[in-house]
């Protein structure tokens, strides 16, 4: 019975999962796929032993029998691909390739003018690393808006705080608790549950929102690249895992967790006079009668513009000063452009941890940057790089931020963008006089492909360090405003209308189903060569696949 009461009563789990008894670690298919052959597989090579060895006697007798490599009760780490033998392999492409397409382009210009055109690579220098988007630094975009408000001296009066479950968990790591929770129900009840209740003191109202994950999610890919771990089952006697991150970076685990804890903040008893509010998938509970009809079923992916839902809820029942907790640049962005449209809110950023927590008054740097700009702001920091749009290589957020103050007529494109709009050619021109400007800022040249030969030829860049083509650069400008102008920009819509990310730059790979880029839709060059007589000069030329 201890056992039982320790570790749970197996006998009433209903679920089809194969999980240990004692870790709730539950196996993957592949495990399970083990245990229902195995015993199969044994008999077949029971027959085929008898057969081969002594029977035809085709084999030797003694020969060693291989052994067979199951997953069994194990979770053995994906192997990372190799970045330094990727790195090796598109340098000797790169070698092979420019070495002779450049020198083979010099007798005719008008191939190289064409060259330049197309990308020549299997994924885009300046957009992706062996094949997988680059990610720059958003946190630079905080030193160009921070500025632009003074921190308060004093801790800020709200009347409501939304916080990011997702960055909560995180920061409260059980290792870290004054008395280190042996199950979740502990953690629950001495450590999350704690700091919830003690939040909810000088305010009237907690929002707790949550991350969903979806396979269809065009984040997939990032939060591959975080790493893997076990599959836990959550419950009340579950023991916590002994490392927390690991335990975070599988999706499946989040989405109990947060499941486990929302369900622990609704059935919570409040004073009167407070509620608070959780999210619990595509649903909203509160501990109150709270009118959330506004607020679901809610298809927002991320917490980060889901609090924007909730921020305009708190501000449509009256509660004008709100306080967002969380540690994403993008929520800096979000609240900027949403307060914008809450006449008489002020909206506060408690932004980071430790000793790089502060205050951030939202508000103000919306009004200094005036509405167009507040708006514009959503499309600049996606083209610039964000988790679902690749950042340009070598290109950080305050060059981005500075090229726009030099062109002031960007602010009514950026702020189009970040709304539900098609992208025009004339966009285009706009777009390609801004990206020649973030690789160099003296150029009088207004397309990206006559400044990709120019960089190229004369500026000795490496072929990261010049722009995409044109081709590839609209492919970009798509996925940057369907991130801006379609997710971001519909934020205050509890479920929105979205078109097919295949409409905006985006494909599916055929081996898994997820969302990658669509680097470009133009093909590229490859190099013929012309046979001619002997004793004659061999003539290289190019031709378009």
């Known amino acids: 019975m201890d056992v039982f009461n320790d570790m749970g009563n197996p006998f009433t789990e209903t679920s089809t999962d194969l999980l240990a008894l004692d870790t709730k670690i539950i196996m993957a298919d592949e495990v399970i796929q083990s245990v229902k052959t195995a015993e199969d597989l044994g008999k077949k090579q029971y027959k085929a032993f008898i057969e081969e060895r002594m029977v035809q006697i085709t084999k030797p007798f003694h020969d060693t029998i291989p052994k067979n490599n199951f997953a069994l ?7 990372a691909s190799s970045k330094s033998k990727a790195k090796i392999s598109s340098m000797k492409s790169d070698l092979q390739l420019f070495s002779r397409m450049y020198i083979s382009c010099q007798a005719r210009e008008g191939e190289m003018d064409a060259f330049f055109e197309h990308e020549n690579h299997a994924w885009l220098p300046s957009l992706a690393e062996n094949n997988s988007m680059r990610h720059g630094n958003k946190a630079d975009l905080l030193k160009c808006l921070e500025p632009l408000a003074p921190r308060p001296e004093t801790l800020p009066e709200v009347d409501v705080k939304v916080l990011d479950g997702a960055a909560l968990v995180h920061k ?17 009840d001495n450590v999350f549950l704690p700091y919830i209740f003690n939040q909810l003191q000088v305010v ?29 089952r959550v419950s009340e006697k579950t023991h916590i895992p002994q490392n927390w991150k690991t335990f975070l970076r599988v999706d499946s685990n989040k989405t109990e967790l947060f499941k486990f804890l929302a369900s622990a903040i609704e059935s919570c ?11 619990k998938g595509k649903c909203v509970a509160a501990t109150a009668t709270l009118d959330v009809s506004n607020l679901h079923p809610c298809t927002h ?47 506060w950023l408690a932004f980071g941890h430790g000793r790089n927590f502060r205050y951030i008054a939202v508000h103000t740097i919306a009004a200094v940057l005036g509405h167009e700009r507040s708006k514009g702001l959503l499309f600049m920091h996606a083209v610039s790089g964000c988790d679902t749009v690749s ?19 960007l602010t009514s494109l950026f702020s ?30 207004v397309t990206v492909n006559s400044v990709r030969k120019q960089l190229f030829s004369h500026g000795n860049r490496k072929l990261e360090n010049i722009p995409p083509s044109k081709a590839a650069l609209l492919q970009h400008v798509k996925r940057a405003s ?32 997820q969302w990658t880029p669509l680097w470009t839709k133009r093909k590229k060059t490859v190099l013929w060569t012309m046979p001619v007589p002997q004793g004659k000069l061999k003539v290289h030329s190019v031709m378009f696949l």
């Open 172 to 188: 409260l790591e059980p290792k870290h608790a004054i008395t280190v929770p042996k199950t979740f129900k502990d953690y629950a």
């Open 204 to 232: 009237s109202r907690v929002d707790v929102v949550w991350d969903s994950y979806t396979a269809d999610s065009l984040k997939a890919h990032v939060r591959q690249c975080r790493g893997i771990g076990n599959l836990l």
């Open 73 to 79: 009760f194990k979770s053995g780490q994906q192997k």
């Open 391 to 409: 950042s340009f290589s070598g290109i950080g957020k305050k060059t981005v931020w500075d090229v726009w103050k030099f062109l002031p007529n």
């Open 482 to 513: 369907f991130q801006a102008g379609h997710v971001w920009g519909q934020a205050l819509i509890a479920n929105p209308t979205l078109p097919s990310p295949s409409e905006w730059g985006w494909q599916k790979e055929d081996n898994d189903g």
């Open 301 to 347: 992916e991320e917490a980060d513009y889901r609090m924007m839902l909730h921020c305009a809820h708190a501000h449509q029942g009256g509660l004008r000063k709100i306080m967002v907790h969380a540690t994403d640049t993008d929520v800096l962005v979000l609240a900027i452009a949403t307060v914008r449209v809450l006449d008489g809110c002020e909206i």
């Open 269 to 279: 008893k409040v004073p009167d006079g407070k509620v608070l509010v959780t999210t």
């Open 416 to 445: 189009q963008l970040s709304e539900q709009d098609e992208i025009t050619e004339s966009d285009m021109e706009k777009i390609e006089r801004f990206v020649v400007l973030l690789y160099s800022r003296t150029s009088s040249i």
